[in-house]
Structures are given as C-alpha cells and as structure tokens.
C-alpha cells in the first residue's frame, strides 16, 4: 500500500539559511499534519491542513510557514533556521470523517541538521 | 489540558519474555482517542492501534495486546514472548474529537524504550 512520502529523507544546512520540506500524503488523504521530533523527544505537532485551509495551529515558530497545494502535498518552510530547529521532522496524512478522529499515517521523516 | 504520561522511560528484557508499557492520559473531553505508535531505530512512526474511548474492550493482535480501563485512564501495551524485533520507542498518544478548529492532533507521551535482548 501507498505510504506517505517525505522529502528530501536528509538536510543539512547552515544557520540563517531556508529549507523546505515536502510531504506527498497517502492517495485520497485530505488531510495533512506536520510534526517535529527534538533528539530523545517525543513529536510535537507543529501545524495541520485539510483541503488546503490550514485547520489547526500548534508550537509552530513565526520562521516557519506551511501549506496544502491543489495535489494535496504539503510543503514546511523554515526560514532563518536555528541550531535548535534541528530535529526530525514528520508529516502525516489521514482521510477526514464525519465524526471522531481519523489515524495519522506518518512518513518516514526529514532529518533536518542546522550547522 | 490533555497530557499522557508514560513513566517508564526504558525497559530491558530478554528474548522471550513478556513486558508491559504503561500508558496514562488525562483529558477533560468525554469523547477522545488513544494510539500506540512504534519507533524502530530506523526512525519511521509506526500505527499500531487506535482505541476510541466508548470501546472499552481490550485487543489481541497476534503478540501484542491492549487494555483500555477509564477508571484508571490507563491505555497499556502488552507484548507477549517479546523478540529482538520489538526492540524500539513505544509512544501513546491521545487525541480529543474533531471540532471546529481541531483537526484532532496527536499528545504523545514520552515514549518508553524497549530493548529485548537475545
């Protein structure tokens, strides 16, 4: 079965510089979640999009910025990147239902390291 | 505010053996949601269960099991005759039910490590 897609799987960049992540939900999946993970942490929800309107906000900095294209994949921009924006960061996908919750799917993650 | 809670932060066992991770959320809502996830070493999140909190019946997947009691907000894995396999982070995590502005993010808990040893 189709997983969620991340890339790039590995980034290195400096202090002050830009990235930018991309997440390819699993087909059908509307609705898509951003996560990251410090060293020895457990995930943090950053921000979650549904039918390209983000939906919900969480411990997500101001460098930071999202959003859900018309394909459904979602890109994480991260600006004037810090050395604590190091981390592993996950994206995950679920379809909407009418009520109750829907299960996150996650992708195998980006490895983000700042120098 | 919700909030899991998963006191053990690393548990070793041997090959064999059968070994429990606790798991304690708290939340205000009636209605919410509990997951296990499995963390390899590869570093991928894995989706093991999900339980509603109107189901109150425990689950049997192959080696592993789960019991679901309100009464003591208690979501526990078990895994029974443990492998070198299993050897991973376990996270819990709970969500509250969708409503306007809430898309139903995941708390997770600290995440319990386990190692099974040969």
């Known amino acids: 079965a189709a997983g969620v897609i991340q890339s790039p799987r590995h980034l290195i960049k400096e202090k002050r510089e830009t990235a930018t992540l991309k997440c390819y939900p699993i087909?059908?999946?509307?609705?898509v979640y951003w996560y990251q993970q410090g060293p020895g942490q457990d995930p943090q929800f950053l921000i979650s999009?549904?039918?390209?309107?983000?939906?919900d906000k969480g411990s997500i900095p101001d460098r930071f910025s999202a959003q859900q294209f018309s394909d459904y994949h979602s890109e994480l921009n991260m600006s004037s990147l810090e050395l604590g924006d190091s981390a592993l960061y996950f994206c995950?996908?679920?379809?909407?239902?009418?009520?109750?919750?829907?299960?996150?799917?996650f992708g195998p993650g980006t490895r983000l390291t700042v120098l | 505010a919700q909030k899991v809670t998963q006191a053990q932060t690393e548990i070793s066992v041997v090959e064999k053996e059968d070994v429990t991770l606790d798991c304690v959320y708290e939340?205000?809502?009636?209605?919410?949601?509990l997951f296990w996830y499995k963390q390899p070493p590869s570093g991928e999140l894995v989706f093991l269960i999900r339980?509603?909190?109107?189901?109150?019946q425990n689950e049997i997947s192959g080696r592993y099991s789960w019991n679901f009691q309100k009464s003591t907000s208690s979501f526990n894995f078990t895994i029974t005759a443990s492998q070198v396999v299993d050897s991973a982070v376990y996270f819990c995590?709970?969500?509250?039910?969708?409503?306007?502005?809430?898309?139903?993010?995941?708390?997770f808990g600290q995440g319990t490590t386990l190692q099974v040893k040969p």
């Open positions: 995950a996908s679920s379809i909407y239902g009418l009520a109750g919750v829907d299960t996150q799917y």
């Open positions: 087909p059908r999946h509307d609705t």
């Open positions: 999009f549904y039918e390209k309107m983000q939906s």
């Open positions: 939340t205000r809502d009636t209605t919410y949601y």
């Open positions: 339980r509603n909190s109107f189901d109150e």
């Open positions: 995590a709970l969500s509250e039910a969708k409503r306007s502005g809430n898309t139903g993010k995941l708390i």
